[in-house]
């Protein structure tokens, strides 16, 4: 049973910083994982992903420059760092996992690629 638990989110002033951690278990190593956001209203968008054997990262351009991603050496945990947050990044934040390689052929960003998801967990950015 696969599972990722999100953790590090909260609330912080415009051009603050949060770090947002997905911990995975529960199976063999994932073949990339990935942060997803989803604001009210809106379809989930890719954030940022890491392939965990080459640790090639992927951005979207709203994030570039701002946030990193980036694993730890037991390579089970993946964090976002994010800095200069801005108000649209509020959303609820996903992790997930590719563990079949799908991301290569489907996108790196795209949520559809991805079969394992975490529950999310609030980030909400004040002006």
């Known amino acids: 049973q696969v599972q990722l638990v999100e953790s590090g989110g909260g609330s912080v002033e415009s051009g603050g910083s949060l770090t947002l951690s997905c911990a995975a278990s529960?199976?063999?190593?994932?073949?990339?994982l990935g942060w997803f956001r989803q604001a009210p209203g809106k379809e989930r968008e890719g954030v940022a992903s890491?392939?965990?054997?080459?640790?090639?990262?992927y951005y979207a351009d709203s994030v570039k420059g701002r946030f990193t991603i980036s694993q730890k050496q037991d390579k089970n945990t993946v964090d976002l760092l994010m800095n200069s947050l801005k108000p649209e990044d509020t959303a609820i934040y996903y992790c997930?996992?590719?563990?079949?390689?799908?991301?290569?052929?489907?996108?790196?960003?795209?949520?559809?690629?991805?079969?394992?998801w975490g529950q999310g967990i609030q980030v909400t950015v004040s002006s």
């Open positions: 529960g199976y063999s190593r994932s073949f990339a």
């Open positions: 997930a996992a590719d563990y079949f390689g799908h991301t290569l052929s489907g996108g790196r960003l795209t949520p559809e690629t991805y079969a394992y």
């Open positions: 890491i392939e965990r054997s080459t640790a090639n990262t």
